[in-house]
């Protein structure tokens, strides 16, 4: 990817974002994801990560996540925080920014961009409401050291209440933090980068430190080395957390020609938005 230009930046806004953060939601059509095969440039993205797949990646796409070391520069962090808020709809995020909400874990969180968002979403509801805020922690773990380094130098709270924080932690292992320690979760690309084995223990650990609600972003298309789960909401249920809020995504805009992506970052996957509550969540006073 180059380095994104001031050009590049401007394109990104006129995808209507700031005034319509769920524009995904509305962009998307069965009829359209059929129609992205017709699209030479959805096409040429396929073929191009089929050609570049490293064996490795496709042996174990969570060893691959785990090892890469990824430096990132300024820039490119905050073109890409805003390229992925098409495919990261703040779906059910009011919940976040209520008063009774205190503590968010981001799991598998990368550079920090999406917890960043998080961030300032709440903070930007607060203002909205007139409310001065009370003391959150927002947490975000990922297995890769260089993606945790990342996170730590480029985001910022955006709330004197708000603290952001980062860990390095695999999410099969037990984590270090209580029962229910977590009012919500999200895991924002971290479940299609597993395998059913990693799968069920992430989803064991996330269910035991978080006591109220998950927000996840999924992929749905088959894509070599990935692992697309459609029955999410029914495998959620399994763990105690019924879905409440679904939607189809495409991974960015696009017209017939090609993408608006001024970069192309990605192809026009599909991918599922959800948010899944646990509806015998303990007591606020039994949690804190
Ligand atoms: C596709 S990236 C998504 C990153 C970020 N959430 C985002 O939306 O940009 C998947 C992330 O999950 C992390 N990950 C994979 N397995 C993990 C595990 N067992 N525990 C914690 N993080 C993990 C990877 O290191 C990687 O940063």
């Known amino acids: 990817m180059r380095i994104p230009t001031t050009e590049d930046f401007a394109e990104l806004e006129t995808w209507g974002l700031v005034e319509n953060p769920r524009a995904a939601i509305e962009d998307y059509s069965e009829e359209r994801a059929e129609r992205r095969w017709d699209n030479d440039r959805h096409r040429r993205a396929h073929r191009e990560h089929d050609e570049n797949l490293s064996p490795e990646f496709v042996a174990d ?3 691959y996540y785990r090892e890469l070391e990824r430096p990132i520069d300024r820039r490119k962090w905050e073109f ?5 808020a098409w495919f990261h709809p703040p779906v059910e995020w009011g919940r976040f920014a209520s008063p009774d909400a205190c503590r968010i874990l981001d799991l ?15 903070a930007g509801r607060w203002t909205q409401a007139g409310y001065d805020g009370a003391p959150m922690e927002i947490v975000g773990v990922d297995v890769n050291e260089s993606r945790v380094r990342n996170a730590r130098k480029l985001t910022e709270s955006p709330h004197e209440k708000i603290t952001l924080t980062f860990e390095r932690a695999d999410a099969t292992e037990r984590l270090d933090f209580g029962d229910d320690f977590f009012d919500y979760a999200l895991m924002a690309g971290l479940l299609e980068v597993l395998d059913d ?3 069920e ?5 996330a269910r035991r430190v978080t ?3 998950l927000y996840v972003r999924d992929l749905l298309d088959e894509y070599e080395g990935l692992h697309p789960r459609p029955n999410l909401p029914e495998t959620l249920s399994e763990y105690g957390f019924e879905t409440v809020a ?3 995504v495409f991974e960015e805009p696009f017209t017939e020609e090609g993408t608006r992506d001024p970069l192309e970052v990605w192809p026009m996957n599909v991918h599922q938005v959800l948010f899944a509550e646990n509806p015998d969540s303990p007591s606020l006073a039994d949690r804190y």
């Open 246 to 248: 679904r939607h189809e």
């Open 201 to 205: 223990s992430v989803l064991d650990e």
């Open 108 to 122: 598998g969180c990368g550079d920090g961009d999406v917890t960043q968002r998080v961030a300032e979403f709440v």
């Open 211 to 213: 006591a109220r609600g």
């Open 80 to 84: 890409l925080k805003r390229r992925k």
């Open 197 to 199: 084995e990693t799968f």
């Open 61 to 63: 796409s969570q060893a």
